[in-house]
């Protein structure tokens, strides 16, 4: 045997289902194929791309290709945040050449509208007090695209970042606002509780993506407020999922998700106590004329907050269901309960401290109360600005002490045991003939 022989029988020793011979045939291929300027200085990640290639079936590629498209979607979509939306949009033509003017979208794009926007930089900036930490690119993602979903709908009145919802495979960021006009199938069906005004004073809109499109969730709705009280699961990212479970929740994960924010608004949503008045008539709260931000020492207590909008029964409802009963006397249940705008807040619900904790009498010192019941919910305020911000960011759970353990179902129906009946004795006459057949008989 020649000692070419040799060494090509070497090659072509067998490692895995693959010899070092072919890997080299393939490589060189993929060279003359692609004639790479600098072929030499790339050889290395060619030859490792074809390995990739072969172990996984050629899956790489196409995974490299999904996730190219990917990005481009990704970077499209933020593209339209920088955009003037008067100017036309460029184009790239088959060379990858500049293109001078491309015709006008068919959706035009909306201008951005800032006058309805909370001021972000200050809440961002309390929200780092309590540990509440967003990248400075992110958060003007945010703050485009919101001023870009204000832009889009003038119904819109106030606008601001509520927070995060933490979810298996992605997440969400929530918008609350004030106005905005309804989608289609927002409206009440037959057969289905009715939305509470009261209950739906906000409203929400959730991205997946610093910068992503905003979809605006429906109304609340009491049967959904009963539901998310007995189960707990994880959110999916995606609003069309059905939301498995017992007992069965009335939709998929785009009304759960606005359940959770309504139930975390009841415990959460917190102001410095005086901030918020009713309303003459009780039906609304309003911003009271004459307020002035207490010391940062004299906030370190829950009870120097109250709690702001609606609660709910425990028939999932912020207003009480009146009925009649027998005699025509007007029942109202549950009994004794009555809407409260402003109540105070439970102090033994939250812990506070001051930022930074060394210096608690520093001029731009904040309060910050963190929500034991619901873990990731926070309330900040600053003397020195005079504003106060509630913030979450979590997997929408409330706190447990023991570990959760999902509702039993009904207990079977019992089989019909029918001892309150008894079967009728059958009735047997007697088969005698009788007295004109006898007389026939004698004759």
């Known amino acids: 045997m020649t000692d070419f022989e040799v060494a090509k029988a070497f090659l072509l020793k067998d490692q895995d289902g693959s010899n070092l011979f072919d890997h080299v045939a393939d490589v060189l291929l993929k060279v ?31 995974a490299t290709q999904a996730q190219r498209e990917l990005i481009m979607a990704h970077s499209k979509q933020l593209s339209k945040l920088y955009r003037d939306p008067e100017a036309p949009e460029a184009v790239e033509d088959d060379e990858g050449d500049e293109a001078k003017e491309a015709p ?3 959706e035009p794009l909306p201008a951005p509208r800032a006058d309805v926007l909370i001021d972000m930089d200050k809440e961002f900036a309390a929200w780092r007090a309590a540990g509440v930490h967003m990248a400075p690119q992110d958060s003007f993602k945010l703050q485009m695209s919101l001023a870009r979903l204000a832009g889009a709908d003038d119904s819109i009145q106030t606008l601001r970042l509520w927070g995060k919802l933490l979810g298996r495979e992605g997440d969400y960021f929530v918008a609350e606002g ?20 009261e209950a739906n004073k906000h409203t929400y809109w959730v991205c997946s993506y610093p910068g992503g499109p905003w979809t605006r969730l429906g109304s609340l709705r009491p049967e959904a407020v009963l539901c998310a009280r007995q189960i707990k699961r994880f959110l999916t990212g995606n609003l069309d999922a059905s939301v498995l479970g017992y ?18 608004n009841e415990e959460c949503a917190i102001a410095p106590k005086g901030y918020f008045a009713v309303s003459e008539d009780g039906d609304a709260v309003d911003v009271a004329e004459e307020f002035t931000m207490p010391a940062v020492a004299d906030l370190l207590d829950a009870s120097a ?71 990731g919910a926070f309330a900040i305020a600053s003397a ?10 979590g997997y929408g759970f409330a706190r447990a002490d023991t570990l959760y353990t999902p509702p039993m179902p009904p207990a079977l129906q019992k089989e019909y045991g029918g001892a309150q009946f008894k079967e009728q004795d059958d009735v047997i006459e007697d088969p005698t003939l009788g007295q004109d057949n006898n007389e026939e008989e004698d004759a």
């Open 305 to 375: 907050w109250e709690a702001y909008g609606p609660a709910f029964s425990s028939l999932g409802r912020v207003r009480p269901v009146e009925t009649e009963d027998a005699e025509g006397n007007t029942v109202s249940q549950p009994e004794g309960w009555e809407l409260q705008w402003v109540r105070d807040a439970l102090a033994e619900k939250w812990t506070a401290r001051a930022y930074p904790r060394t210096l608690p009498d520093l001029k731009h010192a904040h309060a910050v109360l963190r929500s034991e019941a619901w873990p």
């Open 32 to 62: 003359i194929s692609e004639r790479p300027e600098n072929a030499l200085q790339v050889f290395e990640q060619l030859s490792a791309s074809v390995k990739a290639g072969k172990l996984s079936g050629g899956v790489a590629n196409e």
């Open 104 to 106: 006008e979208p068919e």
């Open 384 to 393: 020195a600005s005079g504003a106060w911000s509630n913030v979450y960011v």
């Open 247 to 264: 007992p069965a929740f009335p939709g998929t994960e785009r009304a759960y998700v606005r359940a959770i924010i309504a139930l975390i």
């Open 178 to 197: 004030t106005g905005g006009a309804a989608e289609e199938g927002d409206e009440d069906e037959e057969g289905v509780e009715p939305a509470e005004p």
